[in-house]
């Protein structure tokens, strides 16, 4: 993945994008999925894959020992839309919870590291929402 031209790389992501979720859960087929992220993220069926099977499912996948990468990954790398799918389906789901989850933790410092001031902001309004006592 990482040494051949992008177009001969695109039969790749189409073999693993239905369905994507084994693949992304699985030890090495995550790392996979994350090469792919990194250096073919723009071909439109890599495009494709994130923005249909995965980044819709991120907070799921985030609380997961390998998926977690690939969330992670696609808040790092991805492009732009990518990571706004991403980030909007994190912050949808139980933030605080994905926070104090072994694997989501470092999903939710990605989130921090990687999105917009926007994304950032309504994640601090969420925890911080979640760290205050209810009357």
């Known amino acids: ?11 790749i992501a189409e073999e693993l994008s239905s369905p994507a979720s084994p693949v992304v859960r699985h030890k090495y087929g995550c790392r ?3 090469r792919l992220i990194e250096h073919t993220g723009a071909l439109p069926v890599v495009a494709r894959l994130i923005e249909t099977e995965i980044a819709p499912r991120a907070a799921e996948l985030s609380k997961h ?5 690939v969330v992670a990954c696609i808040l790092e790398h991805g492009l732009s839309e990518q990571r706004r799918l991403a980030a909007r389906a994190l912050l949808s789901g139980d933030l605080a919870c994905l926070a104090q989850n072994r694997h989501g933790r470092f999903v939710v410092e990605a989130l921090f590291a990687h999105c917009g001031p926007e994304a950032r902001s309504a994640a601090l309004e969420l925890l911080g929402r979640a760290a205050d006592p209810v009357d």
């Open 1 to 11: 993945v990482e040494v051949l031209p992008a177009e001969q790389v695109a039969f």
């Open 32 to 34: 996979i999925i994350c």
């Open 65 to 69: 020992e390998f998926a977690h990468y």
